[in-house]
């Protein structure tokens, strides 16, 4: 079992920055991917980001050269830099990891809202 807990979702201005975290515990020992999703109102959720054990990185083409997946191994935790934030930005953003099996782990969602 894994537990992800998402933290770091505010209301930034049009042009602003933030940074989401996820850390992660239990069997963390297991995770070989963890990912950013986000999710709209009225929209499907959708991937932004993905960081494999390896430190590979993927982005989602509306967030390249904006966004930036990292992690800090000693914490348990990934993070989410995002800058050049823009209203389509505005979301539930959640953290998703998978383990060996493969088993899926989400966290409760941590909402962004850009808005002047």
């Known amino acids: 079992q894994v537990q992800l807990v998402e933290s770091g979702g505010d209301l930034v201005q049009p042009g602003g920055s933030l940074r989401l975290s996820c850390t992660a515990s239990?069997?963390?020992?297991?995770?070989?991917?963890m990912s950013w999703y986000r999710q709209a109102p009225g929209k499907q959720r959708e991937l932004v980001a993905t960081?494999?054990?390896?430190?590979?990185?993927n982005y989602a083409d509306s967030v390249k050269g904006r966004f930036t997946i990292s992690r800090d191994n000693a914490k348990n935790t990934v993070y989410l830099h995002m800058n050049s934030l823009n209203p389509d930005d505005t979301a539930v953003y959640y953290c998703?990891?998978?383990?060996?099996?493969?088993?899926?782990?989400w966290g409760q969602g941590t909402q962004v809202t850009v808005s002047s």
């Open positions: 960081i494999t054990s390896g430190g590979t990185t």
């Open positions: 998703y990891a998978v383990t060996k099996g493969p088993l899926h782990y």
């Open positions: 239990g069997s963390i020992f297991t995770i070989y991917v």
